[in-house]
């Protein structure tokens, strides 16, 4: 829908503006929290932001970025900060499926 491309992009925008420097880093989805609009991330050691390797819940720039999104796969993401301060994904692609098997309670089989 164009309106939320439109948002999005205002959000990304935003984002950018605010917090200049893109902070790029790798992880794997352990949960997909729709209703919260948050991912549950195990991610490497982002250098960039000092962060060390754990595992963590990131918000997301908008909902509709889930769509795609399962536990087990592994994604590349961009972080930004949203009006707050918080970390909030602005870009997320999923690279693959881990090999480990996703522990969020919630698995389907397929
Ligand atoms: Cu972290």
Not at 47 to 58: C, I, L, R, V
Not at 78 to 86: C, F, R, V
């Amino acid at each position: 829908m164009a309106k939320r491309n439109l948002m999005l992009m205002a959000l990304t925008l935003a984002a950018s503006l605010a917090w200049a420097g893109d902070h790029s880093a790798s992880g794997t989805v352990n949960a997909v929290k729709v209703k919260e609009g948050v991912l549950n991330i195990s991610h490497g050691p982002i250098k960039s932001m000092n962060m060390e390797g754990m595992t963590m819940d990131f918000k997301v720039a908008d909902p509709a970025m889930l769509s795609d999104v399962k536990a087990g796969n592994t994604i590349e993401f961009s972080l930004g900060k949203d009006a707050k301060g918080a970390f909030v994904i602005t870009d997320l692609e999923v690279t693959g499926e881990s090999t480990a098997h996703a522990d969020d309670g919630h698995e389907h089989s397929h």
